[in-house]
């Protein structure tokens, strides 16, 4: 069993910047493809980032050149730098983890998730 912790989060005004932290605790091993998703009130989840084992990247087009995201494997774990927050990057954010080298997008491809952190960026 692996259980998915996160961190951070908060509320900020627009341009400002927060980090996400999140840790892959338990039965673990460093092959495990981690990523960010985000859920705004009436909207459905979707991807932000996420990172392979090998450290291949990937990112929603809404968020490129805002956000980085990176990950420790020796400690299992993966960060989310978000810089230049806007409005609408509002949402809960999630990390979730599943087995493989793989960059995957859908939330359905992902076995484990954490409780979720709230972002809130006012105007």
């Known amino acids: 069993q692996v259980q998915v912790l996160e961190s951070g989060g908060g509320l900020v005004q627009a341009g400002a910047s927060l980090r996400l932290s999140c840790a892959a605790i338990?039965?673990?091993?460093?092959?495990?493809?981690m990523g960010w998703f985000r859920q705004a009130p009436g909207k459905e989840r979707e991807f932000v980032a996420a990172s392979t084992w090998s450290d291949n990247t990937s990112y929603a087009d809404s968020v490129k050149g805002r956000f980085t995201i990176s990950r420790d494997n020796a400690k299992n774990t993966v960060d989310l730098q978000m810089n230049s927050l806007k409005p609408e990057d509002t949402a809960v954010y999630y990390c979730?983890?599943?087995?493989?080298?793989?960059?995957?997008?859908?939330?359905?491809?992902?076995?484990?998730w954490g409780q979720g952190t709230q972002v809130t960026v006012s105007s």
């Open positions: 338990g039965r673990t091993a460093s092959y495990y493809t």
């Open positions: 979730a983890a599943t087995l493989g080298k793989t960059i995957l997008i859908l939330p359905t491809a992902y076995n484990y």
